[in-house]
Nanobody, 116 residues
C-alpha cells in the first residue's frame, strides 16, 4: 500500500521560508515523477511543482522563482523549499505522483500558513 507522509509546514511571516518533506513508501520511488500539490480553503487542489525521475523540474507560475523541488531517491523523499512566502501560499500541501493516476490514499498533508 502506498504511504505518503508530509511534514515541515508551519506558521511563518510573509517573506519567510519553509522546507517541506515527503517520505514515500509502497512505490518504486526512483521510477516515479513526483509533485507537490496544495489546496487552500474553498479552492481546488493545484499542482505547484514537479520533478521527473531524471531531475527535470517544472513550476506553476505563481511559485516560479520562489519554490524549489528536489528529491533524494536513496531515502524515497521529495522536498519543497519555499522562499519569499506570501499569504496566498497558505494551504495544505501534499505530495503525490506527477504523472498518470495519483496514488491513493493521499497523505495527511502539511499545513502552511503565511501571515501578512
Amino acid at each position: 500500500q502506498v504511504h505518503l507522509v508530509e511534514s515541515g509546514g508551519g506558521l511563518v511571516r510573509a517573506g519567510g521560508s519553509l522546507r517541506l518533506s515527503c517520505a514515500a513508501s509502497g512505490i518504486i520511488f526512483r521510477f516515479a515523477a513526483m509533485g507537490w500539490y496544495r489546496q487552500a480553503p474553498g479552492k481546488q487542489r493545484e499542482l505547484v511543482a514537479t520533478i521527473t525521475t531524471g531531475g527535470s523540474r517544472d513550476y506553476a507560475d505563481s511559485v516560479k522563482g520562489r519554490f524549489t523541488i528536489s528529491r533524494d531517491n536513496a531515502i524515497n523523499t521529495v522536498y519543497l523549499q519555499m522562499n519569499s512566502l506570501k499569504p496566498e501560499d497558505t494551504a495544505v500541501y501534499h505530495c503525490n505522483t506527477a504523472s498518470g493516476s495519483v496514488y491513493e490514499p493521499w497523505g495527511q498533508g502539511t499545513q502552511v500558513t503565511v501571515s501578512s
